[in-house]
Nanobody, 117 residues
Framework: QVQLVESGGGLVQAGGSLTLSCLAS????????MGWFRQAPGKERKLVAQ????????YYLDSVKGRFTISRDSAKNTVYLQMNSLKSEDTAVYYC??????????WGQGTQVTVSS
């Protein structure tokens, strides 16, 4: 089992920055693909950023490219999502998830990000 706990969400003005953190515990973390998803009210959950286990391969949703950065600190069992130049359309609940075998199996409880315009 893997437990994921997100933190760092909040209210920020458009153009501002936030860094989300996801602390993982339980089974080995360093070999998992990790991702950040978001879900806005009335919309489907979308993958925003993904980082493979070695940290050498990343994916970003087109709308966040150049503004968001996903990273990990395996020693701290933590994954980060640095979000810059935030826009009102980034408002959503953000979830951390892990994919031990290529499928996202474990999810955090989510953290709210609200961007005011």
């Amino acid at each position: 089992q893997v437990q994921l706990v997100e933190s760092g969400g909040g209210l920020v003005q458009a153009g501002g920055s936030l860094t989300l953190s996801c602390l993982a515990s339980g089974r080995t973390f360093s070999t998992y693909t990790m991702g950040w998803f978001r879900q806005a009210p009335g919309k489907e959950r979308k993958l925003v950023a993904q980082l493979n286990w070695s940290g050498g391969s990343t994916y970003y949703l087109d709308s966040v490219k150049g503004r968001f950065t996903i990273s990990r600190d395996s020693a701290k069992n933590t994954v980060y999502l640095q979000m810059n130049s935030l826009k009102s359309e980034d408002t959503a609940v953000y979830y951390c998830a892990s994919a031990p075998s290529g499928v996202y199996e474990y999810w955090g409880q989510g953290t709210q990000v609200t961007v005011s315009s």
